[in-house]
């Protein structure tokens, strides 16, 4: 088992979303996030001054699935968050050593 952290930008979480149903991925968590990578934030005015905004709003997914559906569910995320400019985001994939579900009590892949 794997579990991919994928940090995207906002407006494609819909898109993201519908490719990782279409590759099979049933469950994912979402978190609103902010950071900043090589874009290094941006500059606003707000009533006449300048201000420098670091941290960037972001969406985190994460998500765990079975060895066997890893690369469907990376090549889902980079189709769907794709725009080709800066800030697209990042995707990690970790190793899971355990997955159990509380309910009934599974452990493994089934637990997925």
Excluded at 9 to 27: N, Y
């Amino acid at each position: 088992m794997k579990k991919i952290e994928a940090i995207i930008k906002p407006f494609k979480i819909e898109e993201v979303k519908e490719a990782l149903h279409a590759a099979g991925v049933e469950g994912m968590t979402v978190t609103e996030v902010k950071g900043f990578g090589r874009q290094k934030g941006h500059t606003e005015i707000y009533r006449g001054n300048e201000y420098t905004v670091d941290f960037l709003p972001k969406i985190k997914i994460d998500l765990v699935v079975s060895d066997d559906v890893v690369d469907r569910a990376v090549a889902a995320i980079i189709s769907a968050a794709k725009t080709g400019k800066i800030g697209d985001g990042k995707i990690f994939v970790l190793p899971i050593d355990e997955a159990i579900r509380i309910r009934t009590d599974e452990r493994g892949d089934s637990a997925v």
